[in-house]
């Protein structure tokens, strides 16, 4: 048992279960009766997003300094009593069942799913690399 983080839209993996779309906005164009068969996500969760404003400083973060502005704002959002104990919850699921979440961003390095790996790793979720 155990949670994947992915990229949202990409093939799923063999076992990777339940897939949580942890982004702000669903995906344009699609119909949400196709999220699921499209591979997006099965479940909406975008209380794990950066807010909107957070987000657009994520995507024009240039530099390794602004990266680490907006990883410390996302974690200050990811702080907060309602996100704590969605993270804590998803970290004691991965030791009982198979799900993954995600984000769209083309690249984990500078994207909040790379640090919504490490607040779950931090929390003692089993992640599947």
Known sequence: MSVRIVRLGSARAEGEGLRIGTVRRPPRGVPKSQFASLNWYDVWYPNLAPSA?????GRAAGTDAEWTRFAKAYRTQMATPDNSRSLDLLAALSHGSD???????????????SLLRALLAERGARIVA
Request: hydrophobic letters at 30%; a negative charge; proline letters at 0%.
């Open 99 to 113: 799900f993954s979440v995600g984000c769209y961003c083309e690249d984990e390095a500078r994207c909040h799913r």
């Open 53 to 57: 404003e957070l987000m657009q400083a």
